[in-house]
């Protein structure tokens, strides 16, 4: 069966390259293409579409601004998604919607097979993750604080710190820090479906709430977290994944 895909790009030769190259890949099927995001978006909210080939710098809507209008709505299953673009600098926010792949123009068709080839792979998994970082549809969890099981949403969490036999859960908005009975490989487990990766035998952290990158920590905010020895394979592979 083939990729049902949509192209999305102002640039006409871009657009026109991009559809061509879907054209010519046997498990693609390019089923309608736009230059102009909002016409993108109408379409998707009435069409089945697998995978979005979509441009970053648009006016009136941005391929960023639709990709976070579509990571939003939980109501139906998002299309994969691929930005493709020239400017380099939105690779880490790219990734906090969830994008499949960052490919950075001009590219040629080799490029463009070996990104697709992600989508792929993740469809003949059954949308299981193949990547360093993978998620679902999961929304929460449960813990306990103190005497009450607490639910803690996803979407809430910074970071996570390990103390010995307590975990700290950072939260956003400046909200109280919540403390938990509990080992951090056993929260660890709960989360690696949910964008987060342990980089530290004491720190897991939430990719979505990355502010920088550094070459051995991460930047949360005002806090630094480093990356430990252990980790720092898993770590380099997601910097080379998006950033390079």
Known sequence: MKIRCITVDDEPLALNMISSFVRQTPFLELVAEF???IDALNYIQSNPV???????????????????????DVSKQKPFIIFTTAYSEFALEGYRVDAIDYVLKPFDYEDFITSISKVRKRIEQGNESADIVSYDNQQFIFIKVDSQVIRLEINSVLYIEGLKDYIRIHLVNGAKPMLSLMSLKKLEEKLTKSGFLRIHRSYIISFARVDALLKNSVKIGDKIIPVGATYKDKYDQFVDLWIK
């Not at 441009?55 to 809507?61: E, N, P, W, Y």
């Open 35 to 37: 230059d102009n995001a």
């Open 50 to 72: 697998q995978l979005l080939l979509l441009d970053i710098q648009m006016a009136d809507l941005t391929g960023m601004e639709l990709a976070r209008v579509l990571t939003a």
